[in-house]
Every structure is written in C-alpha cells, then in structure tokens.
C-alpha cells in the first residue's frame, strides 16, 4: 500500500520524501539537500540534483550514491509508481516523471482558488507581518514614481496572505517636519483658506509650498517666519494644529480617491506626527544600552563600514537641534508594530535610493533589541527601481515636471477606452468603461510587477496595452477567451469533469505540468519579494494554453476527450485568474 498524498506543491513533497529516505541511509547525513527543481522534459518532470553536491563533499561516487537512494525511494512506499517513475541521468542526476493518472488526481483535487487557498495557507499560517508600502506624503500629490510601492507593496500583501500570513497593511504617511513651517506660512502668506470649497485643493497646497519655498529661500526673514510656524505647530498652538490637521485631512482624501481606484486598503495609517511622542524612549533605551552617543552634538549610532580603512558610519537618530528625524521615528516604529501588532516580520517597500538607510537602521535594530532582550522581527527591504522615460531618463512632462499619479491613471484608462471601441464597436458605452477600466488600471499595474522590482524600466504605452507578449491586455484576453470556451460548450467552468479522464497528447501533458508548477512559482515569488516571478509563470502557463488549444480541439463528440480538455481548460483559467488576483489586477469574462 503506497502513502503517496496528492500535495500541492510537489517539489516541497518530493524534497521531503527524499530526506526521509536519505536519512535511513547511513551513506547520508543531516547535511544533505535533494535540491529538486524542474527538469528539462526530455529526461523527466523533476530533478534531483543534491546527490552531485553531496558527493562531492564526502568523496564518494555520484552514481552509486544515486542508485542507493532510488534503491530505498522504490521499497519505501511513500511514490507510488501508478504515478510517478524514478531514473538516473548522467552521473547522477535522479529523475522523476510524473504519468497521466498522477496530473488528473491533481487537477480534480485542486480545483479552484479556495482550495489552493487553504493548500497555500500552511506556508505562513500563524505569522503576523507588517507591510510598509505606499507612503506618500503630504501637502503633495502623488506622481508617477509613487506607483511602484502602491502596486509591489499591494501585490506581496495579497500573496502573503494568500499563504496564510495575518496581514498589517501600514500606509506610513509623510504628515511632520520642516516642511510644514513653510507650508503653513504660505497659506497664512496667501490667505489660503482650507474651510473654501476648491476644485483641486492639493494642487494648491504642492503650489502653495512652492512658491512659500521661494519666499523661504529669498531672504531671512522669510526663513524665520517658517520657523517660528513650525516651532509653534510643534509647541501645540491651535491655529496652526489646526492648519495642519486641514491639511492631512485634504491630503489624505485625495490620496483616498487614487487608492479607491487601485483597489487599495490599508489596515494602519500612521503616519511620522504618530511617532514623534514615542522617540525619547528610543533615545533612552539607546544610551543606557551604550548603543548610541553623543557627538558633535547629534546623537548617533556608529556602524562599521566594508573595507578596514573606511570610517565606521554616522547612524544620526536625534539631530544636534534636539530634533527626531526619519531614523528616530522608524526605530519608533519597529518598536510599535513589535510590541502593539506582534509583528514576527516587517517588510518595507521603497525605492531604491533607502537602501542605506534601511541597511543601517536594520543594523541599529539589532544591536538595540539585543541589547534589551526584545524578540527581534525579521526585517526585510523590498526596494524598486525607477521608471524610466523612453529617452532613459526619469520620466517626466514635456515641461520637465513629474507626471502626477492621478493623470497616469486617467490616461491608462482613456488609451484602453480607445483600443476597446477599436475592436469591439458593438460593445454599449457602460460595458466599454467598464473594459476600459480594468484593461487601463491593470496594464499599468502589470507593466510595473512584470518587472524585476530591482531594475529600472522604461515606460512605452504602446508595449504596456499590447495585445502581444508579456502585458496584462494579452492576460486578460486568454482569461476571456477561455470563458468563451465555457459560454460555447454551455457548461459551467467549474464542472465536476467525473472520472473518466485521460491525457494523451504532448500539449495536454505540457499544459498539466505547467498547471502542477503553480504552487512553485508562487512561494519562489514570496520568498523573492519578486512578483515578476509569478508574472512570467503566468505568461508561461497562457502560452501553453495557447500551443495546447491550438493543437487540440476541446469541444469534441467523444465525452472522455472533452471532459479531460475542459478540466485543463477550466483548471488553466483558475490559476490565471488567481494569479491576476494574487497581483492586485480584476478579470473579465468578457472583453
């Protein structure tokens, strides 16, 4: 009797059914890894490469060892040979094909985004992470390069919660400091008032700190009156608490109607004006630990740099004014969401250029919570690249100024309104709005996750709603295209297909296979931080599709051939769909 379960992702099964028979051999140790990962489909489905590794280290013969470990694998009765059969390739390479009875059982058993759901769940279940994406701040609109965070930041969440995380979405917004000394000057200098209906009140306010700026860096005594404003603000004074209160208030609404948009929520917003009461513990707690000091009047961390001869760095976490800074007040944080969310992992999401401040705040973590005995969070930083113009360089307005957020967003829109009355004219203006909408705000979103968040990309409206390659217009339509399938065969997608199936053809083996590899792709992309990982997965599996639809026809007259061609088809748009999901984008079963 062989107690081989149907797993959801097989290669996390097969690495443990391994071990399992490695370490009954005395020929193994602890030390080794099966290293199982895909294989080239001439010689199998799976491979295991760790007995090259392992052999290697001990000084003993690849192959031999390969045959003791196949050996024990076939008496151990955990692979039933029914569904998968063992060979050695090369000097020891063990390979493992999965047969036609195995891919059904799992394609009847995974069925549809709830179940891959709960077989998901186990990989991070009972794990509280914090995210940090977004983070915009205030008194300005958001522009072009604010999306990266929005949509990278959005996409791990659902991921992570997906496999079964408690999920604390912290939108750590902008909302104190030095800023608003000129800001508040300017709209007392302007007589701006807050309380007027306006059409566009953040504009006025990015304006309005604009020209205070000008005022700022004009003369002196415009720089005293912006510092007397903030000193009073910091002081409490109720005229400006009150102008400044307005101010986040106005911001944040209309960083609310981007999010609404995006299909964005945050579970904490919490912004530095948060933070700001809760510094001097962090300033405590890190002189009496010895962990900071003094110098030059600012207190500071000091963290070796690489090279022997480098100076250590200057971690400065209280300016020598006695003011809090961003490195104050993200110590502050870590603090909070360790002992208030009991976060186990915070992970932020930033742009590239605070590499090094969150290298040496991460640095400055440790050394504080080891010092005190506090349970230290994992922290990770998943930072992002720079959206490029076509001409290479930070995209821009034809007048040099950053494209705001809000008007990218209009235009994703009004070009896929465009390309959808193209091609489908008969389509009623409330269901081409509809399309346009979500072909829009999803190629814009997948443009940005399709890419290795580490790189700069460059922005091409025409490649991004492309109908071809690697773009969410070309996911979307396979993921309408298979719903029509359904509508013509007029039954349900999510069809109990029975028992009598098979597959026989090379496409409908390629496309099952491709279909087994989703649990794969996801956890690599969550471990990565990475979405473009499941994004190619995805363009992969639809391009298997299409070489699989292409080749074979599924609405035939014989019922076992039609029903196995719908389950590859039905179980093909469920992962699509999840996966889009997953990545924050909307389908349509229709375009």
Same mark, same amino acid.
């Given at each position: ?7 959801? !992702? ?8 391994? #071990? ?17 990962? @895909? ?27 390969? +045959? ?8 151990? !009765?955990?692979? !039933? ?31 549809? +985004? ?78 701006? !008032? ?8 953040? +504009? ?63 579970? &904490? ?28 009047? *600012?207190? &500071? &961390? ?20 006695? *003011? ?14 360790? +002992? ?56 821009? @307005?034809? #007048? ?20 959808? /009355? ?63 399938? %359904? ?30 590899? %989703?649990?794969? *792709? ?13 994004? /190619? ?40 769909? @999840? ?13």
């Amino acid at each position: 009797m062989y107690s081989m379960q149907i797993a959801f !992702n097989v290669i996390d099964q097969l690495n443990h059914i391994i #071990s399992l028979a490695a370490n009954s051999l005395p020929e193994f140790s602890r030390e080794f890894q099966p290293e199982v990962r @895909t294989a080239d489909p001439k010689f199998g489905d799976f491979q295991a490469n760790g007995v090259m590794s392992f052999a290697k280290k001990i000084k003993a013969n690849p192959r031999q060892l390969a +045959e003791t470990l196949i050996n024990a694998l076939n008496t151990s !009765n955990k692979l !039933n040979p029914d569904f998968v059969t063992l060979s050695i390739a090369g000097p020891g390479f063990i390979n493992f094909k999965f047969l036609p009875k195995f891919y059904i059982e799992w394609l009847k058993l995974y069925n549809n +985004e709830q179940s891959f759901h709960h077989a998901a769940d186990r990989i991070y279940h009972g794990k509280i992470i914090s995210i940090d994406y977004s983070s915009p701040n205030t008194a300005k609109q958001m522009h072009v390069g604010h999306i990266r965070s929005m949509v990278i930041g959005e996409a791990i969440q659902r991921m992570l919660r997906f496999c079964g995380a408690t999920i604390n979405r912290d939108n750590h917004i902008g909302d104190w400091g030095t800023q608003f000394g000129i800001i508040i000057m300017g709209v007392k200098e302007f007589n701006y !008032n807050l309380d007027a209906p306006h059409d566009d009140p953040l +504009e006025d306010l990015e304006d309005i700190y604009k020209k205070g700026n000008a005022l700022f860096e004009s003369s002196d005594t415009y720089k005293e009156r912006a510092r007397a404003e903030l000193v009073k603000l910091q002081k409490g004074d109720p005229e400006n608490v009150s102008l400044w209160e307005k101010i986040n208030k106005v911001s944040y609404a209309a960083f609310q109607k981007i999010y609404d948009m995006m299909n964005i929520q945050f579970d &904490v917003v919490l912004g530095e004006s948060f933070y700001r009461n809760k510094v001097d513990r962090i300033y405590k707690e890190l002189l009496e630990t010895d962990v900071a000091q003094e110098s030059q009047g *600012a207190l &500071v &961390v000091f963290h070796p740099t690489e090279g022997k001869d480098s100076a250590d760095y200057p971690f400065i976490i209280r300016k020598k004014d006695g *003011a809090s800074n961003y490195s104050s007040t993200d110590l502050a944080t870590v603090l909070y969401h360790t +002992e208030h969310t009991k976060a186990d992992e915070i992970i932020y999401v930033t742009d590239g250029r605070q590499q090094d401040h969150f290298k040496y705040l991460f640095a400055t973590v440790d050394k504080w919570f080891d010092a005190k005995g506090y349970k230290k969070p994992e922290l990770r930083h998943a930072w992002f690249g720079t959206i490029l113009g076509e001409n290479g360089k930070a995209i821009k @307005t034809r #007048s040099g100024n950053p494209i705001k957020l809000k008007d990218l967003l209009q235009e994703a829109i009004d070009r896929a309104y465009k390309i959808v /009355t193209e091609k489908n004219p008969t389509l009623d203006e409330s269901s081409r709005k509809h399309v346009a909408t979500i072909v829009g705000l999803g190629a814009l979103k997948y443009a940005d996750l399709s890419q290795n968040r580490t790189s700069d990309y460059i922005f091409s409206w025409d490649k991004i709603l492309s109908f071809e390659g690697n773009t969410a217009p070309y996911l979307l339509y396979a993921v309408a295209r298979i719903h029509s399938i %359904f509508r013509k065969a007029n039954v349900p997608a999510d069809t109990n297909w029975g028992d009598n199936l098979s597959l026989e053809t090379h496409e409908e083996l390629t496309l099952a296979r491709k279909i087994v590899e %989703f649990p794969t *792709a996801l956890k690599h992309t969550i471990s990565e931080l990475r979405p473009h990982i499941l994004c /190619t997965y995805l363009y992969e599996l639809s391009g298997c599709f299409s070489s699989f639809y292409n080749a074979n026809k599924v609405i035939v007259e014989e019922d076992n051939i039609r029903n196995s061609r719908l389950l590859l088809c039905s179980r093909t748009l469920c992962i699509l769909e @999840t996966g889009l999901h997953l990545l924050g984008l909307e389908t349509l079963e229709k375009m």
